[in-house]
């Protein structure tokens, strides 16, 4: 589950190369491996949803109040 605070495909990698093997010799541990890499895979993709809405509100925001 460290993995979870991840939104990136490169740590999504990472995350899978370094735990997949780890995981396997643990009870529950290929599932809690598939949970956090579904979890951070569900994060990019709302991520790549939103941004260009985000990107496209905050251009107007550049001056502080």
Do not use: W, Y
């Not at 990136?8 to 780890?22: L, Y």
């Not at 009870?27 to 991520?47: K, N, P, V």
């Amino acid at each position: 589950m460290v993995g979870r605070a991840f939104c990136d495909a490169t740590h999504r990698e990472e995350v899978d190369a370094f735990f997949k093997d780890r995981s396997a010799k643990t009870t529950g541990g290929s599932r809690i491996l598939a949970q956090t890499l579904e979890s951070i895979g569900q994060c990019i993709a709302i991520r790549n949803a939103q941004e260009p809405s985000v990107a496209e509100f905050l251009k107007g925001s550049d001056t502080v109040a």
